[in-house]
């Protein structure tokens, strides 16, 4: 398994520019979460979803669109990019049910710069 | 989700036990207190997890006080990949998809 992927790994745009961050999992994972790092901090919730068609707002929603069409794509789309939301970008899935698999597994990464 | 309290850093001599002290005074009953880390520029990885009873694997032990207040992540022999950022959450069973990291401990593994 390649576990959670995601694409790019590093991106800059321009302010009002707009794209999209990809995420892949292929462990068959219902849950999907986007999360976004600013330097010296932690992880915040951006957007999550708990299947297919099915998203729900986070923390810090906005600026951001999410969709879930398939159990294995979880999309991350910046509107018109901001510098505020220049950040590192995390992708995480997980599988709720089985008690030994109740953890969240980690993309590597996407560190965006918006200038 | 009760809100956890971490030192900001740490230092560890390779080779020793590093003793990663949470507080979380306002657990609820049906709360699990987690444990994950980020190696620098990584996305976080899972340690463990526990409820009440002290937990135990490959990577680490949990200690938790009989009243669930707080809890000490165990490294048994810290190496120096061990350096990272050590998050304490807790929240109820299943909400793993909607964790709440705080800014966690800097643990420093020194040779």
């Known amino acids: 398994n390649a576990g959670v992927t995601q694409t790019p790994k590093f991106q800059v745009l321009k302010t009002g520019q707009s794209m999209t961050l990809q995420c892949a999992q292929d462990?068959?994972?219902?849950?999907m979460s986007w999360y976004r790092q600013d330097p010296g901090m932690g992880l915040r919730l951006i957007h999550y979803s708990v299947g297919a068609g099915i998203t729900d707002q986070g923390e810090v929603p906005n600026g951001y669109n999410v969709s879930r069409s398939t159990t294995e794509d979880f999309p991350l789309r910046l509107l018109s990019a901001a510098p505020s939301q220049t950040s590192v970008y995390f992708c995480a899935s997980s599988n709720q049910g089985a008690q030994s698999s109740d953890t969240q597994y980690f993309g590597p990464g996407t560190r965006l710069t918006v200038l | 989700d009760a809100k956890t309290t971490q030192p900001p850093s740490m230092d560890c001599a390779e080779g020793r036990a590093a003793n990663l002290p949470c507080n979380h005074s306002t657990i609820s009953g049906n709360e699990y207190v987690y444990w994950y880390r980020q190696i620098h520029s990584q996305g976080p990885q899972y340690i463990i997890h526990g409820l009440k009873n002290n937990e135990t694997n490959e990577m680490a032990s949990l200690i938790i006080t009989e009243d669930r207040k707080s809890s000490t992540l165990i490294l048994p022999h810290a190496t120096l990949r061990d350096t990272a950022v050590y998050y304490c959450?807790?929240?109820?069973?299943?909400?793993?998809?909607?964790?709440?990291f705080g800014a966690g401990t800097t643990v420093t593994v020194r040779a």
């Open positions: 462990m068959n994972h219902e849950y």
């Open positions: 959450i807790v929240r109820v069973y299943g909400n793993d998809y909607k964790l709440s």
